[in-house]
Nanobody, 114 residues
Framework: QVQLVESGGGLVEPGGSLRLSCAAR????????MAWYRQAPGKQRELVAN???????NYADSVKGRFSISRDKTLSTVYLQMNSLEPEDTAVYYC????????WGQGTQVTVSS
């Protein structure tokens, strides 16, 4: 069984930075795709950034130039470096991975507020 364990969320002031991490526990794979999604209160879950083997990184327009996704060399851990955070970035951030089927983390809260 695969578990995705996220960490790094918290409260930060506008303009600040956070780094989210998501590591696979249990059976691990070189996941074909790993990604970060987020869901704000009253809104649908949306893709923030993804990284696929051979496809590189892709970002939502709202975070381009501010967020950066990366993976470790085992391709079972994914990071999201978030800079110049805005109140609109406040959401629960979910890690996603795919290897023959979809896996989701439990979510980590990111709050951007002064």
């Amino acid at each position: 069984q695969v578990q995705l364990v996220e960490s790094g969320g918290g409260l930060v002031e506008p303009g600040g930075s956070l780094r989210l991490s998501c590591a696979a526990r249990g059976r691990t794979f070189s996941f074909y795709v790993m990604a970060w999604y987020r869901q704000a209160p009253g809104k649908q879950r949306e893709l923030v950034a993804n990284h696929s083997i051979g496809g590189g990184a892709n970002y939502a327009d709202s975070v381009k130039g501010r967020f950066s996704i990366s993976r470790d060399k085992t391709l079972s851990t994914v990071y999201l470096q978030m800079n110049s955070l805005e109140p609109e970035d406040t959401a629960v951030y979910y890690c996603y991975a795919r290897f023959k089927k979809d896996f989701w983390g439990q979510g980590t809260q990111v709050t951007v507020s002064s």
